[in-house]
């Protein structure tokens, strides 16, 4: 797609050129579209995702599942996500210490969570080599452990039970936990 793009502004320009015409006219326009198109694309990506906005917005019903997070010290809290929302997301909105140093750019592993049930690990979809490259960071790494920005909310994993580790490593700044946004 990309490419067709570039082909079509390379022949604009040229027929511009050809009728004696600055192409310098026609670019502007288009690269501020394609400017504008990306950063709605850049904002659904890693801003929040498009159900976590419409829940906060309350427009309409959202679709939740249940998941409970589960501790270090084994109390669990039980929360409905909307379905499309990530676990660090929803970790954040209900005040669950799930640190997310990186934001969910996978770049750290702080967002480390352990489903407990291999039933439900089973039904996520497989970890990306980005993830397995940060998971072999985290602290208390076990068969079952995902990062928190990866496990995204769907109908099927309504039930789910999540286990923050004993602890977390940050090696950009070790020991701080950043106030989520």
């Not at 769907?154 to 701080?176: S, W």
């Amino acid at each position: 797609m990309l490419a067709s793009r570039i082909s079509r502004l390379g022949a604009r320009v040229l027929k511009d050129l050809a009728k004696g015409q600055t192409a310098i006219a026609s670019r502007p326009t288009y690269l501020h579209a394609s400017c504008s198109r990306f950063q709605s694309l850049r904002h659904q990506l890693f801003c929040r995702t498009a159900a976590s906005e419409a829940h906060k917005e309350g427009n309409q019903e959202q679709e939740t599942i249940n998941v409970t997070f589960v501790d270090k010290d084994g109390e669990e809290k039980h929360i409905k996500v909307p379905v499309g929302m990530s676990m660090l997301e929803a970790a954040h909105e209900n005040d669950i210490e799930l640190e997310g140093a990186c934001e969910g750019s996978l770049a750290c592993s702080t967002c480390h969570v352990i489903v407990m049930g291999v039933d439900y690990y089973n039904k996520l979809e497989d970890p990306t080599d980005e993830e397995n490259d940060m998971l072999d960071l985290a602290f208390g790494l076990t068969e079952t452990s995902r990062l928190g920005c990866q496990v995204i909310a769907k109908p099927e994993l309504d039930g789910i039970r999540l286990a923050l580790p004993a602890a977390t490593r940050n090696f950009a700044v070790d020991g701080y936990k950043p106030k989520p946004h």
